[in-house]
């Protein structure tokens, strides 16, 4: 029988990719580790417990929060600074970013921003939902974060993962050197690297995309999509379109199995929904990290200038090939962003 690498081990193991961290890195990763583990059981328990459904508030994006939304945000805040090794955390569910005051935490190296339950609007149709997670080394010197510490280029991030809840729940991270996935054995509690050195491929066939918002696309967009619905058995034409809704369960299958995600402007909403810092940030240096390209259609996802916490992109993320076919259909008819 093969030994089995546990998360825990493999952090250890890693140290040495930060020998500057001198291990606060390691207790970021395992604060993240924990959380995940507690949201998870909550996850299993929905519907057996009073866990789903709205609270009957919006967060500040606007969008209406469930209460494991509420109930994971938590959980993350108080993981993150109950290790003290981070000086703040900057949240999708909240409107600004949280310092904080502790002695340890202020004199951390670190800050988080993320997405604690993305796909929440599926959390009560049994649908796979995730959390993303990216992580920056501040720039202030020491003290409670502040705005600066968040506001970086993607370029600038030292770790970037996500978690599945789904038919089984794992873990998939990044420090700068691969990707690697961990798969939780409920039975003992434990992440297992069960994905070691992911990698996407080159190419794929699916497309994943909200195609009920097609009348409202770039031109660029339309013709892309008419792109992969085309019978070309040369370019194994026609794709096939895979929507699930959820961003993590989108992005985790085409990463696995090859493939591109749009969320385009539109006419309504010219920037997307998708937030730079909380959600195409970090999958952006996963995908990079796999072998695959992000981009807002024009420009590297991680070059883009940081200007505000809830700050908003276009994304079209997967397949290195895909994605460059959709940057020239893009580039065609010059329908450049409105904030690039």
């Known amino acids: 029988m093969s030994r089995v690498t546990t998360l ?3 952090i250890v193991e890693k140290q040495t990719d930060f020998p500057y961290a001198q291990g606060e890195l390691s207790r970021l990763l395992t604060a993240i580790r924990l959380a995940a583990k507690i949201v998870n059981r909550e996850v299993n328990k929905a519907g057996l417990v009073d866990i789903l459904g709205a609270v009957g508030g919006e967060n500040v994006q606007g969008e209406e929060q469930q209460k494991l939304d509420v109930f994971a945000n938590e959980r993350f805040i108080n993981a993150l600074e109950n290790q003290g090794v981070v000086c703040g955390v900057a949240s999708e569910e909240n409107e600004d970013f949280i310092p904080f005051h502790s002695d340890m935490a202020q004199q951390s190296k670190y800050v988080v921003a993320m997405d604690p339950l993305d796909g929440s ?3 009560d149709v049994n649908v796979s939902i995730g959390t993303i ?6 720039v202030t010197d020491h003290g409670p974060a502040q ?6 280029k993607g370029l600038e991030q030292v770790a970037a993962g996500y978690v599945i809840y789904g038919s089984s729940t794992m873990l998939v ?9 961990f798969t939780l054995d409920s039975s003992i509690g434990v992440f297992c690297l069960s994905h070691p050195k992911m990698r996407i491929p080159e190419t794929g066939k699916i497309y994943s995309i909200n195609e009920g918002n097609y009348v ?32 993590v369960a989108d992005f985790h ?7 591109i995600y749009i969320y385009p402007g539109t006419t309504k909403n010219p920037n997307g929904k998708l937030r730079l810092l909380y959600e195409c940030d970090p999958l952006a240096f996963l995908i990079e990290q796999a072998g695959g390209r992000a981009s807002n259609g024009f ?42």
């Open 173 to 181: 991270y990044s420090t700068g050197n691969g990707v690697n996935g």
């Open 133 to 138: 997670f990216s992580i920056f080394r501040r």
């Open 121 to 123: 609007s599926n959390i």
């Open 147 to 152: 705005l600066e510490d968040f506001l970086q």
């Open 216 to 247: 409202h696309f770039p031109q660029g967009v339309k013709e892309y999509l008419k792109y992969c619905q085309d019978h070309d058995p040369a370019t194994n034409r026609p794709y096939t379109a895979r929507y699930i809704g959820s961003l």
């Open 299 to 340: 420009k590297r996802i991680m070059e883009l200038d940081a200007t505000e916490l809830h700050q908003r992109t276009p994304m079209f993320i997967g397949s290195t090939k895909m994605v460059e076919e959709a940057e020239a259909f893009m580039a065609k008819y010059q329908e450049v962003p409105a904030r690039s």
């Open 8 to 10: 825990a081990e493999f």
């Open 253 to 259: 299958r085409n990463l696995i199995k090859g493939g």
